[in-house]
């Protein structure tokens, strides 16, 4: 059975901008299909819900036999995933903006200073180039306050933190590579710039083309600068409330075969 086109627009216009006039078809067929009083629907929407099929000219409900209400189902259903999917494509737009707003649009080689972010945020070291640092504890410490006791945010702290914990005392320098739903589903856009933010301060990006051979489309990696001594990761590490944080940390960390350089000055 076809459903009328009202009825997927109306829909779509309620999961993807919330519509109140679109919720009042998708509540009136609710009612319908449970067998309720459905005689209290506002006479502003009887255009629409005569529209969709489920009333009359005359304002009366319309009989759907089983098959009509799996297709308006099926209906409502794939309006549903598609205003999911537009929200998503949405989410890593702003993701991509937010990345190459805040220097962290790494695409191609690192080995070429042309393609290394921020440039101005890099300083030589002969042949090689090292991220200037600019989170301070305290930083974090602020995103924990403002974005803490929200538990989406958890399996990003939690990442964090691991890279942290795993890098203090290692010689090699570890990669943090997590899904890009990290920090596009994890919350707001309040969350996702902040989370951003404290990337781009504290972590060096792995180029997108790496990452794409590794791990596969739809994933980050960063790592901890190679300077950034021991003590300044404990300084970081105790900023992080590991015990509050629950459930499972986001992402896969890996050693790599990349020796640290460690600042002593930081000690």
């Given at each position: 059975?076809?459903?009328?086109?009202?009825?997927?627009?109306?829909?779509?216009?309620?999961?993807?901008?919330?519509?109140?006039?679109?919720?009042?078809?998708?509540?009136?067929?609710?009612?319908?299909?449970?067998?309720?009083?459905?005689?209290?629907?506002?006479?502003?929407?009887?255009?629409?819900?005569?529209?969709?099929?489920?009333?009359?000219?005359?304002?009366?409900?319309?009989?759907?036999?089983?098959?009509?209400?799996?297709?308006?189902?099926?209906?409502?259903?794939?309006?549903?995933?598609?205003?999911?999917?537009?929200?998503?494509?949405?989410?890593?737009?702003?993701?991509?903006?937010?990345?190459?707003?805040?220097?962290?649009?790494?695409?191609?080689?690192?080995d070429s200073i042309s393609n290394?972010?921020?440039?101005?945020?890099?300083?030589?070291?002969?042949?090689?180039?090292?991220?200037?640092?600019?989170?301070?504890?305290?930083?974090?410490?602020?995103?924990?306050?403002?974005?803490?006791?929200?538990?989406?945010?958890?399996?990003?702290?939690?990442?964090?933190?691991?890279?942290l914990q795993q890098q203090k005392?290692?010689?090699?320098?570890?990669?943090?590579?997590?899904?890009?739903?990290?920090?596009?589903?994890?919350?707001?856009?309040?969350?996702?710039?902040?989370?951003?933010?404290?990337?781009?301060?504290?972590?060096?990006?792995?180029?997108?083309?790496?990452?794409?051979?590794?791990?596969?489309?739809?994933?980050?990696?960063?790592?901890?600068?190679?300077?950034?001594?021991?003590?300044?990761?404990?300084?970081l590490l105790a900023c992080l409330?590991?015990?509050?944080?629950?459930?499972?940390?986001?992402?896969?960390?890996?050693?790599?075969?990349?020796?640290?350089?460690?600042?002593?000055?930081?000690?």
């Open positions: 059975a076809e459903v009328p086109a009202a009825w997927s627009e109306a829909c779509l216009r309620w999961f993807r901008d919330t519509d109140s006039s679109a919720h009042a078809a998708l509540s009136y067929f609710d009612l319908c299909v449970s067998g309720s009083d459905t005689s209290l629907h506002e006479e502003s929407s009887r255009n629409l819900l005569v529209a969709c099929g489920l009333v009359d000219d005359a304002g009366r409900p319309c009989q759907l036999n089983p098959e009509q209400v799996a297709a308006y189902v099926e209906a409502r259903n794939s309006a549903r995933a598609e205003a999911h999917r537009e929200l998503l494509a949405r989410r890593k737009l702003r993701l991509t903006e937010m990345m190459e707003l805040h220097g962290l649009a790494v695409t191609g080689n690192v290394l972010p921020n440039g101005g945020r890099f300083v030589a070291e002969g042949a090689k180039r090292r991220l200037l640092s600019k989170i301070q504890p305290q930083d974090i410490s602020i995103f924990v306050n403002r974005h803490g006791k929200m538990l989406g945010s958890h399996p990003f702290l939690k990442g964090l933190y691991r890279l005392g290692d010689e090699a320098i570890w990669r943090w590579t997590f899904p890009e739903e990290t920090l596009t589903e994890a919350g707001g856009e309040d969350f996702q710039e902040d989370a951003i933010k404290l990337l781009a301060g504290l972590l060096q990006r792995v180029p997108e083309t790496e990452v794409l051979a590794s791990t596969g489309p739809g994933h980050l990696s960063f790592e901890l600068p190679n300077h950034i001594s021991d003590t300044r990761v404990g300084r409330p590991d015990s509050k944080l629950e459930g499972r940390a986001s992402g896969e960390l890996m050693r790599t075969e990349v020796v640290r350089n460690v600042d002593r000055s930081e000690e």
